[in-house]
């Protein structure tokens, strides 16, 4: 099955590639959307890092989350960068990026490590050391989520 590929309704408002990925790099946070066996959704806040084109994040190595992806690899994943209620016009301002892609838990030790350094480097690059003596630390606790960027569009009413 392909990726969806809904029509924007409106098209003055579409971003490039380019510039949902942009968007997609300056974001801090986002909300990773997966679906259970019962086929419910789930949606939860995370960080990420976007490494040589895939979406990282990290989470605990048990946990819902993660209980889905092993069902389905699918996913979703939607930041906003901006937000800014306009109330005189009833609108908002906002600038957002839509991810879908195929989620792989990452098992080798070495493709976590580097995974966890560039998304503790993102937020942290002043702290290299830290974020080192961190992810040994932290290593055997923490699952590496790669997110296959499949497709990514983005909207924008600046």
């Known amino acids: 099955m392909s990726v969806p590929s809904h029509p924007i309704r409106r098209k003055d408002r579409a971003l490039s590639e ?10 801090e946070w986002g909300v990773l959307a997966t679906v ?14 976007v490494v040589e084109g895939a979406l990282i994040i990290h989470s605990a190595t048990m946990g819902h989350k993660l209980d889905n992806l092993a069902f389905n690899s699918k996913v979703s994943y939607c930041v906003v960068t901006v937000a800014e209620t306009l109330p005189l016009e009833l609108s908002t301002r906002y600038a957002s990026a839509i991810v879908f892609g195929r989620a792989e838990l990452l098992t080798d030790g070495c493709a976590k490590r580097e995974a966890l350094r560039a998304l503790g480097l993102r937020f942290a690059k002043e702290h290299p050391d830290l974020v080192d003596r ?9 699952a590496v989520v790669r997110v296959h960027m499949e497709r990514i569009t983005g909207k924008a009413h600046r």
């Open 18 to 27: 380019a510039e949902a990925l942009g968007l997609l790099q300056e974001a």
């Open 36 to 49: 259970d066996e019962a086929g419910w959704p789930y949606a939860v806040p995370v960080n990420h890092a």
């Open 134 to 142: 961190e992810i040994e630390k932290d290593l055997f606790r923490t």
